[in-house]
């Protein structure tokens, strides 16, 4: 199940000495006090040891690692927040390029733009931004990077509005394979800057990423109401006939999971079943709780949170419930429609739960995302009502493999011929890299791929091949 390839070769000393010297921030190497920790990534489930894990300071270093990787003939992932669920961010014998030390961050209040670098969080990005009560599209766990999130497409609490983090992005610098500098954006490089926006990080390493903001916030209607697992058939339907008629202002999502111990739930639940409805109103406040109200009587109601929040802590508010280094694996199918078939198959997965961390989520798309054009960018996928997430998870080793298996029975239920997205895959496997795309995105991504990275240097990600 794990995806990247193992190597043999490793870098001499002569050779790390040469590098280190000449950059401005860390080298670190197999024995070195900060080594292990270093190399550990968000996904506990991926354990590897990298040759060498460069700690870059700014574009300089970013170019003289690809460099390196590029002569030595190393295997090179590529690090920003290191969520990577198949455990891209790292590698076994070949180099890390870490872009976690790039974090700053420039916002135009009054352009409504934002430039940041590519070590950026979520949460990072959002204080920024909500100084001036703006934003962008971000992950719903705030510790995801910014980086592969848009590069994969971006589905976030804003996206019905708003569009994708992707759909936002209006200017990229890439270090590309060959090491050259480049900017990316609707006047320059227009074909690599198509690629970029769902084609994930086949073309290059971006270092830093330019968003059109909007005015969002500073308090935001949001929350999660909670109903019976045994009311599950009757809370489906609802939602998608609740979703038929949702304003573009208000994004939703099902979350068929177990109750966690937490104070505003009912210690009678605590570890049971548990269907949660969320949804976050980037409108005017006053009149979010008409728009909620659909979502919010769709059963017996366990407990109802929507309330006003910050919009940076709504964005934080499900952190705790990803922690860092415990098991995971994900998968997600697309569907045109959330017809009857499709909510048995969620309905019947939803009772078959192998342990209480794993969940599945049916979020509601349209609105934003869907009337961009599919061959604006190349994530295409835009006529989908709906995205199903499955979430598999362990604290340890211990069941990890069921888990799995039960995630993949749930998307394969789904049918074969749904479609993906690759920020959602968990792990390496070119049938679901083709099922991320259309037919003709796919070809224009592989001549993308054979201009900026015929060698495939860029080949810890999912994957396009180049065919030269």
């Not at 407990?303 to 964005?315: C, E, K, L, R």
């Amino acid at each position: 199940m794990t995806t990247t390839e193992s190597s043999p070769l490793r870098l001499g000393e002569a050779t790390v000495a040469e590098f280190a010297a000449g950059l401005r921030g860390t080298a670190i190497t197999p024995g070195d006090d900060s080594y292990d920790p270093d190399r550990a990534i968000w996904n506990g489930a991926h354990d590897r040891h990298p040759a060498l894990i460069a700690r870059c300071a700014g574009v300089a270093d970013v170019i003289r690692t690809v460099d390196l990787a590029r002569s030595e003939g190393l295997p090179l992932a590529v690090r920003g927040g290191g969520h990577s669920i198949p455990g891209f961010s790292t590698v076994d014998g070949g180099i890390v390029l870490d872009l976690s030390p790039m974090r700053g961050i420039q916002v135009d209040p009054d352009r409504r733009v934002a430039i940041a670098q590519a070590g950026c969080t979520w949460k990072d990005l959002d204080a920024e931004s909500q100084q001036f009560a703006l934003a962008v599209t971000g992950g719903l766990v705030s510790s995801t990077g910014i980086a592969g999130f848009t590069t994969g497409g971006g589905i976030g609490w804003l996206m019905r509005k708003y569009g994708l983090a992707s759909d936002n992005l209006i200017g990229a610098d890439v270090v590309t394979a060959d090491g050259q500098f480049v900017h990316a954006s609707a006047d320059e490089n227009p074909d690599l800057f198509w690629g970029l926006r769902g084609g994930g990080g086949n073309f290059g390493v971006v270092t830093s990423f330019e968003y059109r903001l909007h005015d969002v916030g500073p308090a935001v209607l949001s929350g999660l109401v909670f109903y019976p697992a045994d009311e599950a058939e009757q809370v489906l339907a609802g939602y998608r006939q609740a979703c038929a008629a949702a304003p573009d202002e208000l994004t939703t999502l099902v979350n068929m999971t177990t109750a966690p111990p937490v104070p505003f739930l009912p210690e009678s639940v605590h570890g049971t079943p548990i269907i949660g409805v969320g949804g976050c109103w980037s409108g005017d406040p006053d009149d979010g709780e008409a728009a909620t109200a659909p979502f919010r009587s769709l059963g017996t109601v366990i407990a109802d949170i929507f309330a006003v929040h910050p919009y940076a802590g709504w964005q934080q508010a499900l952190d705790p419930l990803y922690p860092r280094g415990i098991y995971n694996y994900f998968r997600s199918a697309f569907l045109r429609s959330a017809d009857a078939t499709s909510l048995r198959v969620l309905q019947d997965s939803f009772a078959t739960l192998p342990n209480t961390l794993t969940e599945i989520h049916l979020q509601h798309l349209g609105g934003a995302v869907g009337r961009v054009p599919a061959d604006a960018t190349a994530f295409a996928l835009r006529d989908q009502e709906f995205i199903v997430n499955i979430v598999a998870r362990t604290p340890t080793a211990d069941g990890f493999a069921a888990a799995v298996d039960w995630a993949r029975a749930v998307t394969s239920g789904l049918g074969q011929d749904a479609g993906t997205y690759v920020n959602f895959t968990g792990e390496s496997n070119q049938a679901l890299v083709r099922a991320s795309y259309p037919p003709d995105t796919y070809r224009r991504l592989v001549e993308l791929k054979n201009e900026y990275d015929p060698t495939n240097l860029f080949r810890l990600n999912q994957n396009i091949v180049p065919s030269t």
